[in-house]
């Protein structure tokens, strides 16, 4: 009722705990990045990319069809728009943090096989993380 009194309170943005991020499975953070996708801006989009994790020994196959991200792991596709190779730590900064995918691939910290803007057009339909929203609105 108070938020509809006076509005929503703008709290300071809320930090996940390292430790936290750290023990999350990598297929738990794909879910989280799946449920942020903006399915308007990923509207007619179709597109294939697999993710190679070089710390982890991991690899992802992601999906964007029907404004919906599915992803898999251990999947394989010889049909996939790009294949990224990056660190795990790489993949969460950019999907879910906000780090720009520019610096990471000039620095070489992110490497792309294949159409070069995949992985960016990925990262583009993921909304960021917004602490305050309304829970009802009016």
Do not use: C
């Not at 990319?49 to 964007?64: G, M, P, R």
């Not at 610096?103 to 490497?111: E, F, M």
């Not at 990925?122 to 309304?134: C, E, K, M, Q």
Request: glycine letters at 6%; charged letters at 20%.
């Amino acid at each position: 009722a108070q938020e509809l009194r006076h509005g929503v309170v703008q709290l300071p943005l809320q930090r996940f705990s390292l430790a936290l991020i750290r023990a999350t499975p990598t297929s738990m953070m794909l879910d989280f990045a799946a449920v942020r996708l903006n399915a308007e801006r990923a509207t007619g989009k179709v597109f294939k990319l697999k993710i190679v994790l070089s710390d982890l020994n991991e690899t992802h196959l992601i999906t964007i069809e029907n404004s919906v991200l599915i992803h898999e792991e251990g999947a394989f596709d010889d049909k996939v728009d790009a294949t990224v190779t990056m660190k795990r730590a790489d993949l969460l900064e950019t999907l879910l943090a906000g780090v720009p995918v520019g610096l990471k691939t000039t620095t070489g910290a992110i490497k792309v096989e294949g159409r070069s803007d995949a992985y960016a057009d990925l990262v583009g339909l993921i909304d960021p993380l917004a602490s305050n929203f309304n829970i009802v609105t009016p």
